[in-house]
């Protein structure tokens, strides 16, 4: 994790959030979203672990009237163990929660209710069964991850979609072990596997999927494959230099001065040779009045010709 280096400046795009949210993940999270609406689906939406906001900004973007946006980040606070505490140093040590709040009022109006606390609270303060989409990103341990989706279980409508981030990331095995698990043993079903995030469902994950192969069969930027695995249809998806989906700028956004038009390509001798100035009105008279000029040259011409 060490492509996201915190900046001062207000963003103008969502590109210039720090943060660890590809293309294909904002892509598949607006599908997700917008197919939920489009279904007349009303829940909230949660997040644990916003960094500096990047997930959490596209997720705002998607809630409807009514509905309530929570996150939950441990910010400057304390983690709940040494290995937690070892983990944030190391990766989030630039995270302010002032920053967080910056980041996303560059694109909203208001902000999301915030837990400024461990995950671990987050039972606490939300209902069960209120959430109809739910993004795992917080600490990528263990124990952390394992209470994280059991959270994410209960806190889940029963046909809500739960993501979780990085789990088959190299330096993350805690979370593969946790996604998987849960996957075998805690009724997860996968409905979509990105490079980076399994989503997943304890409801009916069929005729999301189905839905999902259309629309991802449809387009040229991605790979796909499908498999079966211990039961479950794992439908694997990976970006062939996918763009981020379209997303407004932020209220900070400064269109880029449009580049002044190249100068037309001129011959290099016409360039360089000075513009001959235009005849006087006399040497224009003399030409119409006159008879031409005879040189010797077109006179030894005649005289060859004779
Ligand atoms: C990978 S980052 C989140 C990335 C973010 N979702 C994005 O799109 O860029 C993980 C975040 O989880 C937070 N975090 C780590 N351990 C946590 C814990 N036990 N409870 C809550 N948040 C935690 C970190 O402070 C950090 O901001």
Redesign the pocket.
Known sequence: ?TN?QATDTYPGELAD?????PPLDQMLFTWFLERQQKQGMRGDLL??????????ILLGHHLQDGEKFTV????EGD??DGA?QA??TK??AS?TQQAFERNYLSFHDTLPTVIA????VVSEKVAPGTCRFV?V????LYE?VYGDIGAAHDILMPEGIVVL??FRSEHTPGVSVAAWEAVLNRGLRPVCLSTQKLYGTWGDPEPLQEELLDMLRQRTDVGLSVQEAAGHRLVRARSRGMKPPPFPPSRHYVAPVPASPPAAPVAESRAARPARPAPSRARRLAKDLLPPVVTRAVRRARAQRS
């Open positions: 994790m996201a959030v720090p943060g660890w949210f997040e644990l672990g916003v960094y500096m906001g990047k997930s959490a939950c980040d441990l910010f983690a709940p937690n983990e944030a990766s989030y995270l606390a461990p995950s671990s993004h990103d917080a600490s990528h952390h981030d990085d």
